[in-house]
Nanobody
Framework: QVQLVESGGGSVQAGGSLRLSCTASGSDVDIHDMVWYRQGPGKQRELVAQISKSGHINYGDFVVGRFTISRDNTKNTVILQMNSLKPEDTAVYLC???????????????WGQGTQVTVSS
């Protein structure tokens, strides 16, 4: 089975930084798109940042240069560096990855358990 394990959430004051990490594990897996989403209280889930296997990156409009996504394909790990955090960034941040295996007909998407980020004013 494939598992995504996130770490790095926590509580910070406005203007602070946090670094989220997500590692995919499993045998014979080929990890393609890795994506960070977030869901704030009473809000819909929204895309934070996405990075393809080749390194193509896409950010949510609200990021505006504050966050940086990167990945290490040798470790199946994606990193989200978040700077200049605002109270409105408070949310559960979820990691997702598109996974392919030779024995599968089609790719499958897996999700981590989520990590809480709380930004106080």
């Amino acid at each position: 089975q494939v598992q995504l394990v996130e770490s790095g959430g926590g509580s910070v004051q406005a203007g602070g930084s946090l670094r989220l990490s997500c590692t995919a594990s499993g045998s014979d897996v080929d990890i393609h798109d890795m994506v960070w989403y977030r869901q704030g209280p009473g809000k819909q889930r929204e895309l934070v940042a996405q990075i393809s296997k080749s390194g193509h990156i896409n950010y949510g409009d609200f990021v505006v240069g504050r966050f940086t996504i990167s990945r290490d394909n040798t470790k199946n790990t994606v990193i989200l560096q978040m700077n200049s955090l605002k109270p409105e960034d408070t949310a559960v941040y979820l990691c997702s990855a598109e996974v392919r295996r030779p024995v599968w007909i089609a790719p499958a998407r897996f999700w981590g358990q989520g990590t809480q980020v709380t930004v106080s004013s």
